[in-house]
């Protein structure tokens, strides 16, 4: 009897996977728990495995496609054996983004998954490519001209979102006042120019910056710190730290100051809610990692007010290292109360992070420079001195904090690391 290929729950939290890469052909042979796909969910690569052995008979959903936990991706069975719609019917969600029917195994009486889930090329026009019946029946039902909406699906396949956006900034325009607006650039492909398709962690890391800027009222201040004393106790105890195999970084001094400054003034550990502040009893930091062209991820330090500097140092090594190598499991991006991007190590002085939702604030890292300050001693005196200075760029959530309570916690971050001993 033929096999369903389910989406899993891949962690806490996730409800939705973009389909990435099919490791299989319809057609092909496959053996149980053998690599079949491969599937991203934010901005983390997962393999799911077969579920049983045998032939892989349909591919339901093609990549690029985004499908939800439970939603059926393919069917495996026996070497000819048929299948039809009745007897493994795809839900509706599913229909908006099956595409047409992948070629099926040799010698098997392949039929179509439902007479709705292909429309008549005829009747749509060729410029637009494929529309799913649930976008046709939107366009239908709001009179959308679909030539007008700008598709950011696989090779720019008009989606259901994009319909819905479509419609949205229609009905915000005629409620607006009636004033020439600006319109969305639109790209035509000349000879000279390339086209670089957008990556599931591109498209993850778009939306999620687009929905930030649009949520939150973001607000920027900047205090620097002399590292002083932070790179003397590096210098004494790295070699030590090394004995464990531990790389004692300096991202492991600002987690740690971090989780000092969210101790002293717990609003700024917290997420907005129409009824009110939800105050995070865990801090759980979140360290922006660079991918290097492919963006970056956000792997999830959990309980990080537990760890002495080793355990942060240690935490700190295995996530970074994990990340870069694409292998980090879904629930180790999720859960984050702060967030930290150490944007110095490419130079930057500071910056202008965007908040990862729905924390209150992240704190940007700029990079360390020897310059003059004044130091002033114990008795008052003022003396010009050379020390290791970085800048501390906190961006905050302006309906959580104001200013003077954000200056707060900057300041408590700023303390901790000139009076590290």
Not at 240 to 264: C, E, H, P, S, W
Not at 294 to 322: C, E, F, Q, T, Y
Request: aromatic fraction near 6%.
């Amino acid at each position: 009897m033929p096999t369903k290929v389910f989406v899993p729950r891949l962690g806490e939290g996730v409800e939705e996977v973009t389909i990435t890469k099919w490791l299989k052909a319809a057609g092909d042979s496959v053996n149980e728990m053998e690599a079949l796909l491969e599937v991203n969910t934010d901005k983390v690569d997962t393999e799911i495995p077969a579920p049983a052995s045998g032939v892989l008979l349909q591919i339901l959903l093609k990549e690029g496609v985004e499908a939800k936990v439970g939603d059926v991706l393919a069917i495996i069975g026996e070497a000819g054996e048929s299948v039809s719609s009745e007897q493994y019917p795809v839900s509706s969600d599913q229909l908006a983004e099956v595409s047409e029917q992948l070629p099926a195994a040799s010698g098997m009486a392949a039929k179509p998954l439902d007479e709705s889930s292909t429309l008549n090329k005829s009747s749509t026009p060729k410029d637009l490519g494929f529309i799913s019946p649930v976008v046709a029946r939107i366009a239908a039902e709001k009179g959308i001209d679909l030539s007008r909406v700008r598709g950011t699906g696989l090779n720019g396949r008009i989606t259901k979102n994009d319909v819905l956006q479509f419609l949205g900034s229609r009905q915000s325009e005629s409620s607006d006042l009636p004033t020439s607006q600006p319109k969305p650039s639109t790209f035509n492909l000349q000879p000279s120019t390339d086209f670089l398709p957008h990556t599931a962690i591109r498209r993850a890391i778009a939306k999620h910056m687009v929905e930030s800027k649009q949520t939150s009222p973001h607000v920027l201040t900047v205090m620097e710190a002399d590292l002083s004393r932070v790179i003397a106790h590096r210098a004494a105890n790295k070699d030590t730290f090394a004995r464990d195999g531990v790389n004692l970084t300096f991202t492991a001094y600002f987690m740690q100051a971090i989780v000092a400054g969210l101790k002293a003034y717990p609003v700024a550990n917290s997420s907005w809610s129409d009824d009110g502040i939800v105050l995070h009893k865990a801090i759980n930091l979140g360290m922006a990692t660079s991918l290097g062209e492919d963006g970056l991820i956000v792997p999830v330090i959990k309980n990080a007010d537990a760890l002495s500097l080793l355990g942060m140092a240690r935490a700190v090594n295995d996530l970074a290292g994990r990340a870069r190598a694409r292998k980090l499991q879904p629930d180790e991006v999720k859960g984050g109360t702060f967030t930290i991007t150490n944007h110095g190590i490419s130079g930057s002085l500071f910056a202008f992070p965007v908040i990862n939702q729905p924390q209150c604030g992240i704190l940007g890292i700029g990079a360390m420079q020897k310059r003059v300050v004044v130091v002033t001693d114990d008795l008052g005196r003022d003396t010009i001195a050379i020390r290791p200075m970085v800048y501390l760029s906190f961006v905050f959530d302006h309906r959580i904090l104001d200013g003077a309570s954000a200056d707060w916690f900057l300041a408590k971050v700023k303390e901790t690391l000139e009076n590290w001993t």
